[in-house]
């Protein structure tokens, strides 16, 4: 293949140092257009905006960084560029590199990880790409890593309507321990409501919480990330429970 076309997105923000990392990353592979939310989109899942317009702004940082802002979700960031910005549709789209993890049950809720899947639904191979840390600024283990899947990506294709969602801990390149091909576990944030008084006397509520793993004895994505590994899990967003067809079926509905 001759320099492929990568779309670089995410759910910080077009001004997160995650998505200046993966653009860093990706300009090494491929001619990379990056189309981002304008502000943090985190949590938003697979939103889109359908009653207000998008706009979109060009916007330059340091080093060479060139990319669109769009007033929307990370979804609604991957449409846009494929089915309005783009010239050509682009050979694979990344999204992230997401500040913290997108394991277990929190994929459901990950904009990260939404925008992976719409570039799945345009029938692109899509990667999603997370650190296992809110605070950690340091992306080189994480650039390594979205390089070393991209590559084997393109090498080997992905499944039709298949997104390969990556974590990668937060610890020093050296220190990762490998790759763990790895599946959804169940990991889980507690939520807490803290109430507060605003200056008006009213009250109001932030949550707040930490993840739990349920399943901290069984490999799945969360604890592969925990123990130092690399977690790479095979997503696809089809929803049916075949499982239960069968058993529904025997239900009565007559
Ligand atoms: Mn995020």
New binding site residues.
């Given amino acids: 293949m001759s320099r492929p076309k990568i779309l670089v997105t ?3 923000g077009i001004y997160a140092s995650g998505i200046k990392a993966l653009w860093e990353a990706m300009s090494e592979i491929g001619d990379v257009t990056v189309v981002a939310p304008n502000r ?4 938003v899942g697979h939103a889109i905006t359908v009653s207000d317009p998008l706009r979109v702004e060009e916007v330059i940082r340091a080093n060479g960084f060139h990319g669109y802002a769009v007033n929307g979700t990370p979804a609604d960031c991957v449409k846009i560029a494929i089915q309005a910005l783009l010239e050509d549709k682009p050979d694979l789209v990344v999204s992230g590199i ?3 993890s997108n394991t277990g049950n929190n994929i459901i809720y ?3 990880v939404s925008a992976a899947t719409e570039g799945t639904m345009l029938d692109i191979p899509s990667i999603a790409v997370s650190l296992n840390s809110f605070e950690d600024s340091d992306f080189t283990g994480a650039q390594s890593v979205a390089k070393a899947v991209v590559l084997k990506v393109f090498e080997n294709g992905l499944s039709k309507k298949t997104l390969l969602n990556v974590n990668v801990p937060s610890i020093p390149e050296n220190e990762i321990k490998g790759y763990k091909i790895t599946q959804q576990g169940n990991a889980v944030f507690k939520d807490r409501f803290e109430k507060r008084e605003d200056p008006r006397g009213n009250t109001y509520y932030w949550m707040t919480g930490k993840m739990i793993d349920p399943d901290l004895e069984i490999d799945n994505d969360q604890k592969a990330v925990s123990d130092g590994f690399v977690s790479i899990t095979p997503i696809h967003y089809r929803l049916t429970n075949h499982d239960f067809l069968d058993e529904l079926n025997s239900w009565d509905f007559s």
Avoid: L
């Fill in positions: 995410n759910d910080d943090e989109q985190s949590a997401n500040h913290g990950s904009g990260t």
